[in-house]
């Protein structure tokens, strides 16, 4: 029992008290009584000792509590506790009124002891049984709000299991994409080769830093992502360019750890990797108190259903299918595989992937189940074809900062 619990009982008892003296005390006054201190002695006498008798059977029947999942057996044994608490409650009270009368040199006067044990043991059951009743109410909320504390606790190790697994799952997949774009540099340039791997070295050791958390500050999100972007730049020279748009006031804002990195890998995956041009990408953090939004942007790229031109791919959290997710966009990497294959891991070197279609990569998906563990429905993530060429990705999450 809680002491808030504690106190309300306490001032339950008191008010009960308190009006059952004072009705007391005016039956007293109607019938011609002038000592008042009579009616007190009696109604505090039979609420002492009642209090006391229930506090006691309550330690003992304590150890019994479970049986509140079955009343009728909870409800059998506390009555069953009736005829002791009767046959201890009516000596001992009236034993205190006499011992009183006594001590101020008068003389209690009441029924003949049988018909009064009746009389009382009648009014003590009804009482008692009211207690009981509410006792059981009062245990059964308890229980409710232990079980559902329980559930809740459950539902929470539940959910952080599944963000560790999705988090690890995560982990390798990044650094074998990092070291095969290492390995791809080694056949044609082997100075920017050991340049990469010191700056892959860097972004691996600010991933370890966060390997335990399942969300950091938007400002660590950025430091990851932007040692991902340099090792991708070196491997693409001259044919991607990348510009920050970073909103300074979002930095505190916390964000899935390792959320900007798959969105980006797709772009190079999916479209600097098929051609020889130039692509421009913009990497953007925006949003107001509530609401943050991020975004990868090219300028090149195509989704898969070429109808889409202006028209919203949403990729709803958590989801495997509809035609605003998984359908039509799987050339983008969209899709829900879970199997981590050749081109989802990023091995093709450069123009090996020119020809042949990716398959389903594990990055969009794996967010995609981050967010709905995370956030729910209060997260977004949306693919956005744009004119005349280029992909927006875009990811809308409640900002805590």
Same mark, same amino acid.
């Given at each position: 029992?809680?002491?808030?619990?504690?106190?309300?009982?306490?001032?339950?008892?008191?008010?009960f008290?308190? %009006?059952?003296?004072?009705?007391?005390?005016?039956?007293?006054?109607?019938?011609?009584?002038?000592?008042?201190?009579?009616?007190?002695?009696?109604?505090?006498?039979?609420?002492?000792?009642? %209090?006391?008798?229930? #506090?006691?059977?309550?330690?003992?029947?304590?150890?019994? !509590?479970?049986?509140? *999942?079955?009343?009728?057996?909870?409800?059998?044994?506390?009555?069953?506790?009736?005829?002791?608490?009767?046959? %201890?409650?009516?000596p001992?009270?009236?034993?205190?009124?006499?011992?009183?009368?006594?001590?101020?040199?008068? #003389?209690?006067?009441?029924? *003949?002891?049988?018909?009064?044990?009746?009389?009382?043991?009648?009014?003590?059951?009804?009482?008692?049984?009211?207690?009981?009743?509410?006792?059981?109410?009062? /245990?059964?909320?308890?229980?409710? =709000?232990?079980?559902k504390?329980?559930?809740?606790?459950?539902?929470?190790? =539940?959910?952080? *299991?599944? /963000? +560790?697994?999705l988090? +690890?799952?995560?982990?390798?997949?990044?650094?074998?994409?990092?070291?095969?774009?290492?390995?791809?540099?080694?056949?044609?340039?082997?100075?920017r080769?050991?340049?990469?791997?010191?700056? =892959?070295?860097?972004?691996?050791?600010?991933t370890?830093?966060?390997?335990?958390?399942?969300?950091?500050?938007?400002?660590t999100?950025?430091?990851?992502?932007?040692?991902?972007?340099?090792?991708?730049?070196?491997?693409?020279a001259?044919?991607?360019?990348? !510009?920050?748009?970073?909103?300074?006031?979002?930095?505190?804002c916390?964000?899935?750890?390792?959320?900007?990195?798959?969105?980006?890998?797709?772009?190079?995956?999916?479209?600097?990797?098929?051609?020889?041009?130039?692509?421009?990408?913009? #990497?953007? *953090?925006?949003?107001?108190? !509530?609401? =943050?939004?991020?975004?990868?942007?090219?300028?090149?790229?195509?989704?898969?259903?070429?109808?889409?031109t202006?028209?919203e791919?949403?990729?709803?959290?958590?989801?495997?299918?509809?035609?605003?997710? &998984?359908?039509?966009?799987?050339?983008?990497?969209?899709?829900?595989?879970?199997?981590?294959?050749?081109?989802?891991?990023?091995?093709?070197?450069?123009?090996a992937? !020119?020809?042949?279609?990716?398959?389903?990569?594990?990055?969009?998906? &794996?967010?995609?189940?981050?967010?709905?563990?995370?956030?729910?429905?209060?997260?977004?993530?949306?693919?956005?074809? %744009?004119?005349?060429?280029?992909?927006?990705?875009?990811?809308?999450?409640?900002?805590?900062?």
């Amino acid at each position: 029992m809680t002491s808030r619990t504690r106190f309300v009982a306490t001032v339950s008892w008191l008010m009960f008290w308190a %009006l059952m003296v004072s009705v007391s005390v005016q039956d007293y006054v109607r019938s011609g009584g002038r000592q008042y201190w009579q009616p007190v002695l009696w109604e505090t006498s039979s609420n002492v000792v009642g %209090l006391v008798l229930m #506090i006691g059977m309550r330690r003992i029947l304590k150890r019994w !509590d479970y049986l509140t *999942a079955t009343p009728w057996r909870w409800f059998a044994l506390q009555l069953a506790c009736l005829p002791i608490f009767c046959l %201890l409650f009516v000596p001992i009270t009236f034993g205190i009124r006499h011992a009183v009368y006594a001590m101020v040199g008068q #003389i209690y006067e009441h029924r *003949a002891p049988l018909e009064l044990f009746f009389y009382e043991s009648i009014k003590i059951a009804i009482f008692y049984t009211m207690f009981v009743t509410i006792l059981f109410g009062a /245990l059964s909320y308890f229980q409710l =709000l232990e079980e559902k504390l329980r559930a809740e606790q459950a539902s929470a190790l =539940l959910r952080q *299991a599944q /963000l +560790q697994r999705l988090t +690890q799952q995560m982990q390798p997949h990044f650094l074998f994409n990092a070291l095969n774009t290492v390995s791809s540099l080694m056949h044609s340039d082997v100075e920017r080769a050991d340049a990469t791997l010191i700056q =892959l070295a860097d972004t691996l050791r600010a991933t370890l830093e966060v390997s335990d958390l399942q969300v950091a500050p938007l400002a660590t999100e950025l430091r990851l992502v932007r040692g991902y972007a340099r090792v991708m730049e070196e491997r693409y020279a001259d044919r991607v360019r990348i !510009d920050w748009q970073i909103d300074e006031a979002q930095l505190g804002c916390e964000v899935p750890v390792m959320s900007l990195q798959p969105l980006l890998e797709n772009v190079f995956k999916h479209t600097v990797e098929r051609r020889r041009g130039t692509t421009a990408i913009v #990497i953007s *953090a925006s949003g107001s108190a !509530d609401e =943050l939004r991020l975004a990868v942007e090219d300028d090149s790229g195509q989704l898969a259903d070429s109808a889409c031109t202006e028209q919203e791919h949403a990729a709803p959290i958590g989801g495997a299918g509809g035609a605003g997710g &998984n359908a039509g966009t799987h050339a983008w990497g969209v899709a829900a595989g879970p199997r981590l294959g050749a081109a989802d891991q990023g091995t093709a070197r450069l123009g090996a992937g !020119d020809q042949d279609a990716p398959r389903p990569g594990i990055g969009i998906a &794996n967010l995609r189940q981050r967010l709905q563990v995370l956030y729910g429905e209060r997260a977004a993530l949306e693919l956005v074809q %744009l004119h005349p060429a280029g992909v927006r990705a875009e990811m809308r999450l409640p900002c805590t900062c």
